[in-house]
């Protein structure tokens, strides 16, 4: 029995010690990649600003429109990618009142909603709508439309 008991402790020990180990390392990632992350200053939301403000990237063919919130790993990665990638974009922040309700407009009867809501970014890119695309389909989207 008392083997038992000390088995039990020392294994809760290491488990918490190990989810501790594990929950600190996410944290720091998370802090090295915002901070070293090109997007993590708030980006202007491209349905309120000048048209001019609200493009980036190379000039010349239509952007593509992402749909997301500053605050969103995946939407942050989207842009970045695309960025790197010298693909023209506007970034469509879905928190401010306005975007999100021409958001919801654009988006209705997409069928990309789902039971929880919409799975951020959402991309229109050569004609198609896309929930939380790999950055590389966007690109491969937009360099053979």
């Not at 403000?53 to 749909?67: E, L």
């Not at 970045?80 to 922040?93: N, Q, S, T, V, Y």
């Not at 990309?112 to 709508?129: D, K, W």
Request: charged content about 20%; hydrophobic content about 40%.
């Amino acid at each position: 029995m008392n083997r038992t008991l000390v088995l039990l402790v020392v294994l809760g020990v290491a488990g918490g010690v190990w989810h501790f180990h594990k929950q600190s390392k996410a944290v720091d990632q998370s802090a090295d990649a915002a901070a070293m992350s090109p997007v993590s200053a708030p980006l202007a939301p491209a349905m309120d600003a000048p048209a001019s403000s609200a493009t980036r990237g190379v000039a010349g063919g239509n952007p593509v429109d992402v749909y997301g919130r500053t605050g969103c790993g995946y939407t942050r990665k989207m842009i970045a990618e695309l960025e790197r990638a010298g693909i023209p974009m506007r970034f469509h922040d879905i928190d401010y009142p306005q975007t999100r309700a021409a958001f919801q407009e654009r988006f209705a009867d997409s069928g990309l909603a789902t039971s929880r809501g919409y799975a951020l970014p959402v991309i229109a890119v050569a004609g198609q709508e896309l929930a939380r695309p790999q950055p590389s389909s966007v690109i491969y989207a937009y360099r053979h439309r």
